[in-house]
């Protein structure tokens, strides 16, 4: 039997620091992009290792998408030397401030152009956190979708998934099409060679407009608006208590003041 070919997009994103550390806000409360470190954001790399490992089995393609400024394009270089056949970035002024939603809105637009048969998406971003966007937009594409996926296999026109619990795992199966959001536990990402940087940065990169996509610029206007930022007090020392019966007293007390108990 002949096994289907497989074509797989990843969602890509540009983050402030791909290290990890807080980004800095702007006085428009919006996270500032303009640092040197910004790249490729690490929570995607499994996502993209995977992609290139099923289509390696089976054949097919790689898409890698972001949507992003035009500076984005750097994390597009890392995903084609990843081993991504091809990438493509939504880049327009409207989309300065983009919610999770409207950036799910944006990326089922671009995902509908050409046929598919599995977006990878990482569970959440490094810098936004929300969670929210892989079952957004699996909702917008009509598909099903296997979430915290810490191990990913397609067998014919099935996927299937380990889903990370706090006791453990599910198995989870999906017909093709769908969307798997996948931990870092799916795929240990291999490390582009610098050849292989410097070829990517060679390739093109499609860049497409809201316009070319169909999308308004009502349909992408954040929703919500930020007005001011409290930092978070620091967090006072622990309560170290030696004896265990005074121990026990002790934590009786704190839950009952707490209205715990």
Not at 196 to 217: H, N, T, Y
Not at 249 to 261: D, E, F, Q
Request: hydrophobic share 50%.
């Amino acid at each position: 039997m002949t096994t289907h070919e497989l074509h797989v997009v990843v969602l890509v994103k540009f983050v402030p620091n791909p290290a990890g550390a807080p980004p800095e806000i702007g006085p428009d409360f919006r996270l500032t992009r303009a640092e040197a470190t910004a790249g490729l954001d690490p929570s995607d790399e499994p996502g993209l290792e995977l992609a290139v490992r099923l289509v390696e089995e089976r054949g097919g393609s790689v898409t890698a998408l972001s949507v992003g400024p035009e500076r984005a394009t750097g994390a597009l270089w890392r995903a084609l030397a990843f081993g991504a056949e091809e990438a493509v970035l939504v880049v327009d002024d409207a989309l300065a401030g983009a919610d999770a939603l409207a950036t799910a809105r944006v990326l089922a637009a671009a995902i509908r152009r050409r046929p598919f048969d599995l977006v990878v998406a990482a569970v959440e971003s490094t810098d936004g956190g929300t969670g929210t966007l892989p079952v957004a937009l699996a909702e917008m594409l009509g598909l099903p979708a296997a979430t915290f996926a810490r191990r990913v296999e397609v067998e014919r026109e099935v996927v299937r998934v380990e889903r990370q619990t706090s006791t453990g795992y599910d198995v989870v199966e999906c017909p093709l099409p769908a969307l798997v959001s996948v931990t870092a536990a799916a795929a240990a990402p291999r490390y582009p060679s610098v050849p292989e940087l410097i070829q990517a940065k060679r390739r093109p990169i499609e860049r497409l407009s809201l316009a070319e996509l169909g999308v308004l610029e009502d349909d992408v206007r954040a929703s919500q608006r930020v007005t001011a930022i409290d930092i978070a007090p620091e967090k006072e020392p622990g309560e170290l208590v030696d004896d265990a019966e005074a121990a026990v007293g002790r934590i009786v007390g704190l839950l009952t003041a707490a209205k715990v108990l």
